[in-house]
């Protein structure tokens, strides 16, 4: 697997990431049938052809795929793709009779069938032929676990109600297409920085919405303590932007997204700290203090990805990886509740945890690209 270069390990990521999402327009129906049943009385035999529909419109659209690239070309199928399977899943929700959930469900069908063409040649494109086989048949894991994962949002979201599943499950796969619209981005370590500070916001956002329902939940506060107390993130992220600025100047050169890198790495392990204080049932202290040292350590990335020497980059920083980042918080804070009923106040602390060490890892071709730039304006 050493043959394969960063941009392509970024793009299989991306890929895989996309298409265990894509489930989410394919898995609802089934996870939400016995309640659709229940609620609007749609017999057996129309329920199965809601299922034909999906899967007759499916066919249609890997023919009609040869059409599509011509017209739009590959990126911006699979943009259309994701965008609109995503919605006719959301507009599912909104249906109440056979008829239109075959449309909606037919629509979805339609629409996410380039998919799976589409991305198994990319990433054969992707690799040296010495592996294509070993990476594609690791890549194809993500049909199962898309499965899994499909089932289990859908699954968690079916408590508010057989239409809430739907309207949970558009906006998981319709988000990718921002993704994939600015992946090939032409500008080497760009990717990487947009998927990291869209991890960062994402992590950020959550906890502004959610902390003070942790801290009355779990920490039993109360509501108006509970507010006070929540600002500790804010007021430690104040003093943590500012001290990033002046260690990215007097420590590391100016290398920022070095320091973003770094600080990605430090909240990731603050949220696994906060993860420990709630499984372990330690002093609220404690709590607030693994809560400041978050605020402290995420306001770096956020503070300093744009300040590279490295002037290509920053341009596609200051536009594309901040539009890109913006979308990150919209599925964030979908998924976040539903993350909390499934794995509790840990289990979103974890995975937050986990997510942030990964925006760490996605920023290491940038950070060797602007290693690079500043070493050569060093030496001119």
């Excluded at 420990?276 to 995420?298: E, R, Y």
């Excluded at 979308?327 to 979908?334: E, S």
Aim: proline share 4%.
């Amino acid at each position: 697997m050493a043959d394969i270069s960063a941009r392509s390990w970024l793009l299989l990521s991306v890929t895989y990431l996309a298409y265990v999402c894509i489930y989410c327009a394919r898995k609802p129906f089934a996870v939400a049938k016995t309640s659709i049943k229940d609620d609007l009385g749609v017999a057996d035999g129309q329920l199965g052809l809601i299922d034909t529909v999906l899967l007759a419109t499916y066919a249609v659209g890997q023919l009609s795929l040869a059409h599509a690239v011509r017209r739009f070309g590959r990126r911006w199928t699979l943009v259309l793709a994701f965008a609109l399977s995503g919605a006719a899943t959301a507009a599912f929700g909104l249906c109440s009779s056979a008829p239109a959930m075959m449309a909606a469900w037919g629509a979805a069908g339609l629409f996410a069938a380039p998919a799976s063409p589409l991305f198994s040649t990319l990433v054969g494109e992707a690799v040296p032929d010495a592996v294509r086989g070993t990476v594609l048949g690791v890549w194809s894991s993500c049909e199962n676990l898309g499965g899994a994962v499909a089932n289990s949002i859908a699954a968690s979201a079916l408590g508010g109600g057989w239409r809430r599943v739907f309207f949970v499950s558009g906006p998981v796969v319709s988000v990718w297409a921002v993704a994939l619209m600015f992946r090939p981005l032409g500008v080497p370590g760009v990717g990487g920085a947009a998927a990291a500070y869209a991890l960062t916001k994402t992590s950020r956002y959550i906890m502004m919405f959610w902390l003070t329902v942790y801290l009355k939940e779990h920490i039993l506060m109360s509501a108006s303590n509970a507010g006070h107390v929540s600002s500790v993130l804010d007021v430690a992220g104040t003093v943590g932007a500012v001290l990033t600025g002046v260690a990215t100047d007097r420590l590391f050169g100016g290398c920022a997204l070095r320091v973003a890198m770094h600080s990605c790495c430090a909240t990731g392990a603050c949220f696994l700290a906060l993860m420990l204080a709630c499984l372990c049932d330690m002093p609220w202290a404690t709590h607030v203090a693994a809560i400041a040292s978050i605020g402290f350590f995420i306001a770096g990335p956020g503070g300093v990805l744009g300040r590279s020497d490295d002037k290509q980059l920053v341009a596609a920083v200051a536009g594309l990886v901040n539009g890109l980042a913006s979308t990150g918080p919209v599925f964030g804070v979908l998924v976040a509740p539903q993350l909390k009923a499934l794995a509790g106040w840990p289990g979103l602390f974890g995975a937050l945890g986990a997510a942030m060490l990964a925006a760490a890892a996605v920023l290491r071709p940038a950070v060797a690209i602007e290693g690079a730039s500043l070493a050569k304006l060093k030496r001119a």
